[in-house]
């Protein structure tokens, strides 16, 4: 299965990346495609996840052809 | 109901009236409108902040702003609102956002354009990173609650 995974903000400048094109056998969690994508950095406290462009749990689980986006929390308005 | 996500300076006043003009044929039924500007301060955090860039979730951000709105129109009884976001590089004095909510009555006005500021606060996909006086660059870490304020 093929997932594109997005980054924002503070994230993406903390990970030097705004974008990872990840292929897995298996069906994951929204929290298993972190590690899967970031073995080496735990999943932040305040982290806000989306799949498809809507806010989910990270224990959501993911579809092939999925976006997913981790950001951290919103500053806008 | 309209949603725009601009890259550009804005001026929310016109928009305001651009907007209006165009919903003309509600003019009868409109007793009230609200409208909040959010515009950019030059401090923050006891700090001097020269400019600041605001980035989005683009798609995100106007699926979220849609999103909003609708709850807001299904809560109170309004007739019409419009909501603006800039993105992109911003300097004090700037608007940030537009918020307008037409109905028939202050009370729904007054409460959904309240709701819709609120929610986008907590809920759309931007992000804002301040350039102070003394180009030291820093993200904004989250948005204070605009309830219960003391």
Redesign the interface.
């Known amino acids: 299965m093929s997932i594109k995974v997005?980054y924002?903000?503070?994230l993406k400048e903390k990970l030097g990346r705004s974008e990872d094109n990840l292929a897995f056998v298996e069906v994951l969690t929204v929290r298993d495609l972190w590690g899967g994508a970031n073995p080496q950095q735990s999943l932040p406290d305040?982290i806000l996840a989306?799949v498809n462009?809507?806010?989910v749990d990270l224990d959501s689980r993911v579809n092939d052809g999925d976006e997913v986006?981790f950001?951290?929390?919103?500053?806008?308005? | 109901m309209a949603v725009f996500i601009v890259q550009g300076d804005f001026n929310p006043w016109q928009e305001i009236q651009k907007y209006q003009n165009s919903i003309d044929s509600l003019a009868g039924k409109i007793g009230a409108a609200c409208i909040f500007i959010?515009t950019m301060r030059d401090f923050n955090l006891g700090d001097s902040v020269k400019s600041m860039t605001?980035?989005?979730?683009p798609?995100?951000g106007e699926?979220?702003l849609e999103v909003i709105v609708v709850e807001a129109h299904q809560q109170w009884s309004i007739l019409d609102s419009l909501v603006v976001?800039r993105v992109g590089d911003i300097v004090p004095k700037d608007a940030?956002?537009l918020v307008a909510v037409w109905s028939a009555h202050r009370g729904d006005a007054f409460d959904a354009c309240r709701y819709i500021?609120e929610a986008?606060?907590?809920?759309?996909?931007?992000?804002?990173?301040e350039r102070l006086v003394s180009e030291y660059e820093r993200?904004?870490?989250?948005?204070t609650t605009g309830y219960n304020l003391v």
């Open positions: 997005r924002f903000a503070s305040n989306a462009m809507e806010y986006a950001f951290p929390p919103v500053t806008g308005g | 959010g605001l980035e989005h979730y798609g995100m699926k979220q976001h940030i956002v500021m986008l606060k907590s809920r759309a996909p931007f992000w804002k990173k993200w904004v870490a989250e948005n």
